[in-house]
């Protein structure tokens, strides 16, 4: 490795300082944690060396970003959901409004391409969509992250889950984020890169009391069952590599947003 420091740049959900926990210890890595979103739009600056990227995000920058076959959150059962208080009858209409966590994540994504005729999309934070419904300035949001297993206790019912529509679909499981390099720090680099955030997932897994405190630090959702779910649901056997059944995945949701005119 050269011996510039890395730029690292990742969520502060579980899933994400799960299988950062041992890399960011090592010396020469810099370590920046913020939601998603912002981590998509800072991708646009080429802010960081190594960032997590909504696959969205991806998409549009792949030309300045390599897509690691390490550390990608895509798989069964995990896509973001459509919720709505569950004291309202709501229908979705094409003058509903609809709160979204952000422009450039995969959720926003997979709504446009579920519900194209809804234009009322505002976007916030992942963890504020919850409050925006409850108050009533939006008729229902696509939540992400631990928000899945918390919706009903705070009150609110699921109109669609985009990932079980996703794989009715498509046949294919559902691409949510990944781990992206840029293509400037060179082949030699990258690959090595790749190898060390593969050998922190398999430390994780190998003793995960070591990462334990580290995750529940920057968790939105401190309770211990959530985190564990939430682990359990977003790494997987995709997050220690893509494979070809995960790439696949990815270039079906790239065809889709194309032939939806979302991407060119």
Partial sequence: MSDQPLSVAY????????????????ADIRTFL??????????????????????HAWLLLQHRYELLSAGAALGRGCGP???????????????????????YTTAHLLFRLWRPEIENR?????????DAVASGQADA????????????????????????????????????GCIAAKKRLG??????????????IQSA???????????????????????AKHIKTYVNDFTQDLGAEGRAA????????KDAGIID
Avoid at 34 to 55: G, I, M, P
Avoid at 187 to 200: K, T, V
Avoid at 216 to 223: G, S
């Fill in 11 to 26: 969520s502060t959900c579980p899933n994400d300082t799960f299988i950062f926990a041992h890399l960011q210890r090592d």
């Fill in 34 to 55: 913020y939601d998603v979103e912002t981590l998509n739009e800072q991708a646009f600056v080429e802010r960081h060396d190594v960032t997590k990227l909504s696959f």
């Fill in 81 to 103: 959901l459509v919720i709505c208080r569950n004291d309202a009858e709501v229908s979705l209409s094409e003058d509903s409004v609809v709160a979204v966590p952000g422009e």
């Fill in 122 to 130: 505002i976007f916030m934070p992942f963890d504020k969509i919850m």
């Fill in 141 to 176: 949001g696509v939540i992400i992250h631990e928000g899945r297993f918390v919706y009903q206790d705070r009150g609110f019912d699921c109109l669609v889950d985009l990932g079980d529509w996703w794989e009715s679909t498509t046949g294919q499981p559902i691409p949510l």
């Fill in 187 to 200: 082949p030699q680099r990258i690959a090595e890169i790749e190898r060390r955030l593969r050998a922190s």
């Fill in 205 to 227: 897994f190998g003793d995960p009391d070591s990462i334990r405190a580290y995750v529940k630090k920057h968790a939105q959702e401190l309770d211990d069952e959530v985190i």
């Fill in 250 to 257: 990815v270039e079906f949701l790239q065809k889709m947003a």
